[in-house]
C-alpha cells in the first residue's frame, strides 16, 4: 500500500521560507515521478512543481517559478518543495503525489496517490 506523508507545513510571516517533505513508502519510490500541489479554499487543485524519477528534469508553474524549488531524495524516499519569498496569497493546503511513470507529468488525473496534505498559511 503506497502511502505518501507530508509534513513541514506552517504559519509563516510574508516573505518567509517553509521546506515540505513528503516520505514514501510502499513500493519503489526512485521508480516514480512527483509533483507537489496545492488548493486554496474555493479554487481547483493546482500542480506546482514536479519531478522526474531521478530528479534530472523538473518543472514549476509560473505562479512559483524563481521562488519554489523541487528536489528528491531517492535514498531516504523523501521529496521536498522549498518554499521561498512567501506571499499572502500561496496560503493553501499542500499536497504531494506520486504518478505511476518516470517520467513528468502536468495532468492531474496522471497522479495516482496522494498524500493527506499539510497546511501553509502565510500572514501579512
Known amino acids: 500500500q503506497v502511502q505518501l506523508v507530508e509534513s513541514g507545513g506552517g504559519l509563516v510571516q510574508a516573505g518567509g521560507s517553509l521546506r515540505l517533505s513528503c516520505a514514501a513508502s510502499?513500493?519503489?519510490?526512485?521508480?516514480?515521478?512527483m509533483g507537489w500541489f496545492r488548493q486554496a479554499p474555493g479554487k481547483e487543485r493546482e500542480l506546482l512543481a514536479a519531478?522526474?524519477?531521478?530528479?534530472?528534469?523538473?518543472y514549476h508553474a509560473d505562479s512559483v517559478k524563481g521562488r519554489f524549488t523541487v528536489s528528491r531524495d531517492n535514498a531516504f524516499n523523501t521529496v521536498y518543495l522549498l518554499l521561498n519569498s512567501l506571499k499572502v496569497e500561496d496560503t493553501a493546503v499542500y499536497y504531494c503525489?506520486?504518478?505511476?511513470?518516470?517520467?513528468?507529468?502536468?495532468?492531474?488525473?496522471?497522479?495516482?496517490?496522494w498524500g493527506q496534505g499539510t497546511q501553509v498559511t502565510v500572514s501579512s
Open positions: 510502499g513500493r519503489t519510490f526512485r521508480d516514480y515521478a
Open positions: 503525489a506520486s504518478t505511476n511513470r518516470y517520467e513528468l507529468e502536468y495532468a492531474v488525473s496522471e497522479y495516482y496517490y
Open positions: 519531478i522526474n524519477w531521478n530528479g534530472g528534469s523538473t
